[in-house]
């Protein structure tokens, strides 16, 4: 689905990230971790369209995405959500998620304000849809509330639902247990399973240990903006040179 | 033709001098607080207006000079406390209409005061002009280069060499870090505005006896001080002096070649010119974002 | 089949509200002000929903306003043009030039925006000042009547009617806007716009586009008043003109389609009262902008509402 060939990006003379390749399976659960300061949002920002590589391929299905705008990626089947939260705060909760499925429904500014029988239809059932996104995602009860009157949990979770609102093939979560509790974090687990159940590949760049070994069929670590190791959860777990990177070389040769 | 081309630059620039000081009073706001004071032209404004009154009631010239701009100052200082600590985070847009509601308040209780009359001052060593060079330039226009550049080194000499500048300038540069070490960052937006409020009244003290000045003058030197301001990068003095200056000739250069009428338009094409190609102005640093 | 809900009630009220007026204003000055306000309610209405529902900045608006005005005025009494044609042509220009200006404008934010904008409106308001063989410049233009199907509309009854009709309309369809999915599309890009972008919305076309439908409905509330009032200066189109839509915005309410109504009845009374004292009017307005964005920083209308929300429970 997903291959990321020889990506490089600098800012100056940092180089945030370097030479990195690794290919994601459709339809798998795919994590990215490493220490702070290892590039992992730097290449999701890459693979989301936000920076433009300074070098190599991102071949989506086969396409070289590199440097496309994010709407651009968004029209190709991907999705994704904000470590820092990008909710529309002026805006209902059922409205942040409808705005995730505008690709679905393309309607311009004249056709809204005729207000077309076309549109009517579309946007009644594109009301339905969001409701039952909310449902899934486990937020619908909130579905008359405004942004303004929900938890940071049930934001995460809102952000979720919009992200699939659009029926990407690819959904990027960016630290989706990010500031949650225990309870909630599991939630989010289950949730990221039942998304990748219905087909959809999802690739996570977490800092929660237990939710990625949990969750993921295949890691990729990142240290100082290269690929330090890349395997299964199993395999990632026994790595002396992970180890090393997270916990500091003395201990790591104990390990 | 010459000749033509000197008495345009010198025009231009004094009253880019003027627009410098401007400039830079609407820098040190904006470095302290991130705030666009659209209020600034105002304070220039009141600062020959305050004068004129204050020498027609038979004042002497140089108390009415002093009054003048501690008045202006003080000006600043209660826009400051009344009207910005309020609304200190608010967005964008509101910190803006605020600065705009400020300017139209000052501007209309001028307007009831002293009416729609216009107001000059005595130039301050007479006004028998200078040649220099084969072109006549008003020894007023020494006295506003002059003091401009005294401030200017003076406002150097502030945030280099003592404290409380210094401060201004960490609080510039990251306000919570700045209140973490100590700094009553209250206290130096305050003093910013008084500082911006005091370079203003000076401007407008020296521009006076060159240009009449009236309750709505505060309106195009505000913008324009703001161009400079912008054309300077919003960084330093010298960007703010540079830019100053280059937009008063620019304009005098207009006014005398091409057609005086449209000698207003040069600041606002500018502008526009700098903020579409070169938003960082001609001495801002480039700086990328992190996401 | 279901009873079709009422969608918007305030639209009925609206509707209601202007029907019954005329016979409740008897003196032909209340009509003149009623007609003055819908006509800056329609200017407030495509203001707001480039300020407060996209978040853009405007601070040269009544540029807008101006052209059509002059535009109509010009074409109508220096080429005889028809009233109606001269009113397309101004919407066109107006449309035409803000769409060439958006696109670079609408790159830059916050300060920078405020300040393209201000720009903007005051070069062209300098352009209307100083080009007197057109424009009469600072004297002013007297405006022929507005003939439409061979009739002249004249006297306030009828203008009435116009100006009632138009913003029935300009409500109608904004309020259509708001609850499509280009109005959430507008919504979420003040919002979040990388949000929005990544849900695969073209950002910046939706800001070019509601950027030219507010300069375009600008300019026919421009032209329209020009005609009605028979007379126009550049004042029209000035500095302070561009702020008083924008205080109309702002204190009505953000993002809000009868708080712009509501905002523009207001700020056009207000002057009624002060007109013998101008450095007052000045004051006051400067007051409102100011206590309006420390206390209501949403403006009426949403601050209101946001009340009457909370008390419900």
Redesign the interface.
Known sequence: MLTIKNLDKHFGGVKAVQDISFTIAKGSIHAVIGPNGAGKTTLFNLITGVYTPSAGEILLRGENVAGMSPDALARRGMSRTFQNLQVCMNMSAIDNVMVGAHLLLNQGMFAGMLRLPSVRRADAACRDEAASLMDFVGVGRYVNAHATELSYGVLKRLEIARALAAKPQVLLLDEPAAGLNHTETGEVETLIRKVAQTGVTVVLVEHDMKLVMNLSDHILVLDHGKKLAEGTPAEVRANPDVLAAYLGTDLGAQA | MFEQFLQFFYSGVTVGSAYALAALGFTIIYNTSGVINFAQGEFIMLGGMLAAVLVGAGVPLPLAVVIAVVVTSCVGLVMEKTVIQPARDAQVVSLIIITIGASLVVRGLVQIWLGKGTFSLTPFSGDSPIILLGASLLPQSLWVLGVTLVMVALMGWFFGRTLLGKAMLATSHNRVAAQLVGINTERVLLVSFGLAALLGGVGGVLLAPITYTSYDAGIMLGLKGFVAAVLGGLGGGAGAVAGGLILGIAEAMTAGFISSAYKDAVPFVLILFILFFMPRGLFGAKVSDRV | MKAPRMRHPGLLVLAVILAVLPFVLTNAYYLDVAIKIALNAVVVIGLNLL?GYTGQ?S?GHAAFFGMGAYGSAVLTSHFGWPALAALAAGAATTGLLAFILAR?VLK?K???L???T???G??IA?VIN?ESQWTGGPDGLAVPAFGLLGMDISGETQWYAVAAILLLLVTW??L??I???????L??I???E??????????TR?KV??FV?SAVLASIAGSISAHYIGFITPNMAG?FHS?EL??MV?VGGS?SIFGSIIGAALLTILPQFLSA??????????????LC??FL?RGLVPSIAAKLRKARG
């Open positions: 300020v900045i601070l670079p830059l916050g300060h920078t405020a300040m393209a201000l720009g903007l005051i070069i300098m100083n369809g904004a259509n806007l609850g499509s999915p280009a109005g959430r599309a919504q979420a003040h919002g979040s990388v949000a929005a972008r990544v849900a695969g919305i073209d950002t939706f586009r509601v439908l500095f702020i924008v205080t702002v993002a004292f101008e450095g007052w009017e000045t004051v006051v307005f400067g007051m409102i902008l100011i964005m420390i920083p």
